[in-house]
């Protein structure tokens, strides 16, 4: 099961939507970094949050993507993805919100498309022997790469 928390409402929402509805996955969950204790929780029990900057910023949880907090939620271990949030009204798609937001943070790079795309395979609803193989093939695109440049 996955419930929209924690973009617009705070992290208590989240909190709910774990314990009450016992969710395997967050749609938005940025302001879980409000709470510390929440993060750790999330952390360690690798929920996906599902990243919708475009909208994001459309709903002035952040003024400008340069200020989102995909980079602290990364480094604080989440499980944090890239996604799009109905596209015909917040506008963009996977592309465009990956495009717009490594455009507008420099500090992502390789490493961080890296880790949300393996967290994205990690967090898809399909067997463990999918996942493990699309993660494979991902390791090996990210060594050659690597080795190229």
Request: charged share 25%; glycine share 4%.
């Amino acid at each position: 099961m996955v419930a929209h928390a924690g973009e617009e409402g705070p992290p208590a929402y989240i909190h709910s939507a774990l314990d009450v509805l016992h969710v395997e996955r967050i749609d938005h969950g940025v302001r879980c970094l409000e709470d510390p204790a929440l993060v750790a929780r999330l952390a360690r029990a690798r929920v996906p949050l599902t990243v919708c900057p475009l909208s994001n910023v459309k709903l002035r949880v952040f003024t400008r993507l340069a200020e989102h907090n995909l980079p602290a939620l990364l480094e604080a271990g989440l499980c944090a993805t890239i996604n799009s949030d109905d596209p015909a009204y917040f506008g963009g798609s996977i592309n465009a919100n990956f495009c717009e937001l490594f455009a507008a943070l420099p500090v992502l790079g390789a490493r961080h498309a890296y880790q949300l795309a393996r967290n994205s395979f990690e967090a898809s609803f399909v067997d463990e022997a999918r996942k493990r193989r699309w993660i494979d093939q991902l390791d090996v695109m990210f060594r050659e790469a690597a080795v190229t440049r």
